[in-house]
């Protein structure tokens, strides 16, 4: 919900917003947006000054973390990330990749606000951070997804995507990933 705010000039002193230079109608804006409500103003002629926002958090469970910097990924998107290790689609993935030492988790993302689960984007990447295993550090790591025809998709890690005991990769969709 978007709503008239009142005259910049009404915004106390020493806020972070009465220190910006105005050019603007003079107003600023409520916008309501799952309960909470933001500030802000339209700025006249800054459009050069604008720039996408990044999309970064991390699941505190699992410690993946996730950023992107499309602006297609609403900013109350959290991530779903589970530690898979049973079931039959574990089982058809382990047999496919025939891997001894592996962590699989199924990483997905939820939009409160859109209510529903971002899976893939059309025009950018997502940056996924997993947390390597002790007993992995200093091997030979990859990650790999595995279609639902038995197709592998396979992102060798070099050392510099290996970062601070974390796997890095790129992806555009979110499904279950293996790494080992």
């Known amino acids: 919900v978007v709503s008239y705010g009142g005259l910049l000039s009404s915004l106390e002193a020493g806020s972070e917003d009465s220190e910006m230079p105005i050019t603007s109608d003079g107003n600023y804006y409520n916008i309501e947006v799952l309960g909470r409500t933001y500030k802000f103003y339209i700025v006249k002629g800054a459009s050069d000054k604008l720039v996408e926002p990044t999309y970064s958090a991390k699941n505190i469970s699992t410690n993946i973390s996730i950023t992107s910097d499309s602006g297609r990924v609403p900013l109350d998107t959290k991530i779903d990330a589970v530690k898979v290790t049973s079931g039959a689609e574990y089982e058809r993935i382990l047999g496919i990749l025939n891997l001894e030492d592996n962590v699989t988790y199924d990483v997905k ?10 899976t893939k984007l059309e025009d950018g990447t997502f940056e996924v951070k997993i947390p390597i295993p002790t007993d992995f550090q200093g091997k030979k790591l990859k990650v790999y997804y595995v279609k639902a025809n038995g197709e592998k998709e396979i ?6 995507q290996i970062e601070n005991g974390y796997a890095v990769f790129n992806t555009n969709h979110f499904s279950i990933y293996t790494l080992g």
Do not use: G, K, Q
């Open 155 to 160: 992102f060798t890690l070099d050392e510099d």
């Open 109 to 118: 993302l939820y939009s409160e606000a859109t209510e529903d689960y971002i």
